[in-house]
C-alpha cells in the first residue's frame, strides 16, 4: 500500500462489522469502528490495537446526518481523511406485510439505506479530494425477497442500486462503489431471526446449511475476505457490481 488508508465500518462492534473492521486493519489500513454507542466498539478497538493495528471508537447514529458528519470530522481529526467506507450498519423489524406497522419500515429504510446515504454524503469530499475512494455498501440475498421482510429486503434492494449509481457518479474521481450480499452468515442478527420464526439457533443453522451447495452457513470472516479485496486498491477497476457471498449462486 502507497500511503495509510483510514477506513470507516459501520455497525462494526459485533458480527460482519467486527469481522471487517478487524480484517481491514490487518490490511494495514487505520480504522474507525463506529456503532450507535462507542462505548459497544471498544472490544473490537481493543483487539485491533493489541494486534498491532490503529483504531478509534466512534459512536453516531447512522440515520441521522448530522451524527454521521460530527462522526466523520472526528475521524478525519483522529485518524486521517477516511477514503474507504463500509456501510454494514443494520437492524431488522421483521413481520409479515398486514403485520408491518410504518414505524418498522421506517427505522429498518432509515439505518440501513438512509444511513449508506449519509454515510457515503459526509465522506464523499475526502474521496473526491484524494482522487481515491473504497465504497461497499452491505446488501443481502434478501433482496431478492424474504418472506416477513418487506423492510429489510426493499432496504437491501435500495442499497444495490445507490452503489450502482454511485459507482457513475463518483468513478471519475478514482472512487469505486461495490455492495456484498452475504446469504446466511451466523450472527446475533440470524439468531434472532430463528427466533422469530420459533426455531432453535443450531437447528436453524444445521437447516440452512443443508439448502446451501458449500453445505455450511457463513461466518463474519467470509465477508471480511470480500470486503478486504473490494477495499483494496488492486480491485480499482472492480465497480458498480454485488457480489454475492452465499455458498452457491444466486439469481
Request: with cysteine; net charge negative.
Amino acid at each position: 500500500m502507497s500511503e495509510t488508508r483510514t477506513a470507516i465500518v459501520t455497525g462494526a462492534a459485533r458480527g460482519i462489522g467486527a469481522g471487517v473492521a478487524k480484517r481491514l486493519a490487518a490490511d494495514g489500513m487505520n480504522v474507525a469502528v463506529l456503532d450507535l454507542n462507542e462505548a459497544d466498539c471498544a472490544a473490537v478497538v481493543e483487539e485491533i490495537k493489541a494486534a498491532g493495528g490503529s483504531a478509534l471508537a466512534v459512536g453516531a447514529d447512522v440515520s441521522n446526518p448530522e451524527s454521521v458528519e460530527a462522526a466523520v470530522e472526528k475521524v478525519a481529526a483522529e485518524l486521517g481523511a477516511p477514503t474507504v467506507v463500509v456501510n454494514n450498519a443494520g437492524i431488522i423489524r421483521d413481520n409479515l406485510l398486514f403485520k408491518m406497522t410504518v414505524e418498522e419500515w421506517d427505522l429498518v429504510m432509515n439505518v440501513h439505506l438512509r444511513g449508506a446515504f449519509n454515510m457515503v454524503k459526509s465522506t464523499q469530499k475526502y474521496m473526491t479530494e484524494a482522487n481515491y475512494g473504497r465504497i461497499v455498501n452491505l446488501s443481502s440475498t434478501s433482496a431478492l425477497g424474504n418472506r416477513g421482510q418487506a423492510n429489510y429486503s426493499a432496504a437491501k434492494a435500495g442499497v444495490q442500486g445507490l452503489t450502482k449509481t454511485l459507482a457513475i457518479e463518483l468513478g471519475k474521481y478514482g472512487v469505486t462503489a461495490n455492495a456484498i450480499a452475504p446469504g446466511f452468515i451466523q450472527t446475533d442478527m440470524t439468531a434472532a431471526t430463528a427466533e422469530r420464526i420459533g426455531v432453535g439457533f443450531d437447528d436453524f443453522i444445521k437447516f440452512s446449511a443443508d439448502q446451501i451447495p458449500v453445505k455450511r452457513v457463513g461466518q463474519p470472516e467470509d465477508i471480511a475476505h470480500t470486503a478486504s479485496f473490494l477495499c483494496s486498491e488492486g480491485a480499482g477497476f472492480v465497480s458498480g457490481q454485488v457480489i454475492y457471498v452465499a455458498g452457491g449462486p444466486k439469481d
